[in-house]
């Protein structure tokens, strides 16, 4: 009988169209995916929470800048503070920065067009728990499909919180210094631009997202013994 995974929530916006794909990859990876309403005050038991890709509250005013008062994003900041791993893609990402848990801004692409497309990044840090079954320098071919990534950082960003980087001539959107993701001071919270649930299987094109989702389930399940110790 095959053991449970930890659970990770799936935090669902109106607008939200990545979270089914988000939650199939991750039970791929070895989690048991929970979707979680926006409108919940509180998240269930989990061990991992991740902000999927979309266009919440389509995008109106600013991306993510409607979604961030959404009331579990209240728990979302109250499971950081206690350590919790929060993964933001695309337009979690952009939720993240815009509700202060990640620094910086996203802005349009310097293009002024959607891409949509694989691009490869290279790994900065593998010290993470979404970056533990990398390697540093590895390359991970993972796509992406945004309008609004260009990484804008704070002028003080500290180095090390670059996690991820668009490989040489890889970057698609005018990302500052090449920032594919970037983590928060403490390393528990993580937003990228590039879609890990869209590159879990070789027969998609690439597989190489899975090392990414799989070392957040370790982070999760680690979390959750540590929790029951």
Avoid at 18 to 24: G, Q, Y
Avoid at 46 to 70: E, H, M, W
Wanted: hydrophobic share 40%.
């Amino acid at each position: 009988m095959r053991e449970r995974g930890p659970r990770i929530a799936v935090v669902v916006f109106p607008g939200s169209n990545d979270d089914r794909d988000a939650a199939w990859a991750l039970g791929a990876v070895g989690a048991e995916p929970v979707l979680v309403w926006h409108e919940e005050e509180a998240l269930p038991e989990v061990g991992a929470v991740v902000l999927p890709g979309g266009f919440s509250y389509g995008d109106y005013l600013r991306c993510g800048a409607i979604a961030r008062f959404s009331p579990v994003m209240r728990a979302v900041e109250a499971f950081t503070a206690e350590g919790g791993p929060v993964l933001g893609i695309c337009n979690g990402f952009q939720v993240l920065c815009e509700a202060g848990l990640l620094p910086g801004v996203l802005r349009p692409n310097t293009s002024l067009r959607f891409v949509c497309r694989d691009v490869e990044s290279r790994v900065e840090r593998a010290d993470t728990p979404f970056t533990s079954r990398c390697r540093p320098g590895q390359a991970l071919t993972i796509p992406v499909k945004h309008g609004e990534g260009c990484y804008v950082p704070p002028p003080d960003l500290d180095p090390e919180q670059i996690v991820l980087r668009y490989a040489p001539g890889q970057n698609p959107n005018g990302s500052e210094d090449d920032v594919a993701g970037v983590a928060n001071a403490d390393g528990n919270v993580l937003g990228l631009m590039p879609h890990p649930e869209h590159a879990v299987d070789p027969l998609l094109g690439s597989g190489d997202g899975a090392l990414l989702l799989a070392s957040l389930v370790d982070a999760a399940r680690g979390r959750v013994l540590a929790a029951s110790a």
